[in-house]
């Protein structure tokens, strides 16, 4: 399920491909585009099709029996029991869950070689790239309590000695129920936002940049090549995602500098960054825990710097119907933390935070995919603006005055 792209221009022949050692049979390969074509449908064609079932059926009928439907609480107590919406829930969770097992078996077999490339390229770091683990690190219960996402494992577990099993399952999974969803490109986050950088401030040069809840790097290898002086950082809490991450980096020939930690309390000094990031991280962490990592975004932020996270967008910034569709994951994906997270105002997080209003933002910014000419955002109320994950990135964030 390959699905290089840009990023695969820069090579390292001293550390083997990592992501190319676990090979499926042809039996798997099928297996694993039959999971792609079945979460797709799920989560796209079935979920127009309950929408379309609400707004025709279901809602009238209500509205004949007098009834209102003001927000996605009053949406999903009344679909929970309706067939279409129990078919499309079914078929998402199992596709979810294929997806990833889809590649474990390749991954099992492929587990040793894997482990020696991971080491290899921490003892060789031909890239210049660094890897700092630690064993004694607390994992989070909102980690070690369920397998999020329906990842078998999880991101964190470690069956073996210098394990990178999670970190590949990880991966090569998102690749099979992506690869038929184009703006989940490879790094496509880190193409939206540096392009939307670049155009907001076009001589911005950031000369240490941090990525966080990196998992393997993804998307923050290609912000080195928009910002080929930058020193890049990435910190997740999963050691077998970040040996992973390591062992690709180096082959691609990008030094990243992954370490093992916590963003609820980070190992760095003060104003050590001039941008920080991070892509689908807050909703899978508490709301406490949030205000725990902007606070040190805050702390950790250089005058004149700016921070961009990529996440769902918030309830107040959506109609009930799309907040009904983003909210499925909280109780059906393992992820407990997503309604919580996206209740809360991105604006007030960020003042409580430390601040300030007139420099913070939420912002639609356009796919580089679906739309390669547009740079600008979109306004909240622009008519026909597309839906966050269907042509835009929902980002929220904040700078600082020089």
Not at 379 to 401: C, M, Q
Request: proline share 6%; glycine share 6%; aromatic share 10%.
């Amino acid at each position: 399920m390959s699905n290089k792209d840009a990023s695969s221009e820069h090579k390292n022949s001293a550390i083997p491909d990592i992501e190319a050692l676990p090979k499926p049979t042809v039996e798997e390969r099928g297996r694993q585009r039959f999971c792609s074509a079945l979460r797709s449908f799920a989560i796209q064609d079935m979920s127009e099709m309950v929408s379309k079932d609400f707004s025709e059926r279901v809602a009238p009928a209500l509205m004949e029996s007098g009834a209102t439907i003001e927000d996605a609480d009053a949406i999903e107590s009344v679909m929970k029991g309706e067939a279409s919406y129990r078919l499309y829930s079914t078929l998402r969770y199992n596709a979810q869950e294929m997806c990833f097992q889809s590649v474990q078996q390749p991954i099992e077999r492929a587990l040793h070689d894997m482990i020696e490339v991971a080491k290899s390229a921490i003892e060789r770091n031909p890239a210049g790239g660094t890897l700092r683990l630690d064993p004694e690190l607390s994992i989070p219960s909102y980690v070690s309590d369920l397998d999020v996402h329906l990842t078998p494992g999880c991101f964190h577990k470690e069956w073996v000695e210098d394990d990178v099993a999670q970190g590949a399952v990880v991966a090569l999974g998102a690749r099979v129920f992506s690869a038929t969803m184009s703006h989940r490109s490879w790094g496509g986050v880190a193409q939206v936002i540096s392009r939307w950088l670049k155009h907001e401030r076009p001589d911005f040069n950031p000369e240490r940049m941090l990525d966080i809840g990196t998992s393997s790097g993804k998307n923050l290898m290609p912000y080195v090549r928009v910002f080929p002086s930058v020193e890049a950082h990435g910190v997740d809490i999963a050691a077998p995602l970040l040996r992973y991450g390591h062992a690709v980096a180096e082959h691609e020939d990008i030094a990243l500098h992954l370490s093992q930690q916590n963003a609820e309390s980070l190992k760095f000094p003060d104003q050590h960054f001039d941008l920080i990031v991070s892509s689908f991280f807050f909703h899978e962490i508490t709301v406490e825990a949030t205000r725990k990592v902007l606070k040190e975004c805050r702390r950790l932020l250089r005058p004149g710097g700016i921070m961009v996270h990529q996440e769902l967008p918030a309830t107040s910034l959506v109609d009930p119907w799309e907040d009904f569709f983003w909210n499925w994951d909280t109780e059906h994906n393992n992820e407990p933390n997503y309604t919580d997270f996206r209740a809360q105002d991105p604006f007030d997080l960020l003042l409580e935070a430390g601040f300030e209003l007139d420099r913070s933002f939420a912002h639609l910014l356009p796919d580089a995919g679906t739309y390669p000419d547009r740079t600008k955002a979109f306004d909240w109320d622009e008519p026909g603006r597309p839906r966050h994950g269907k042509g835009a990135w929902y980002v929220f964030g904040s700078s600082l005055p020089n």
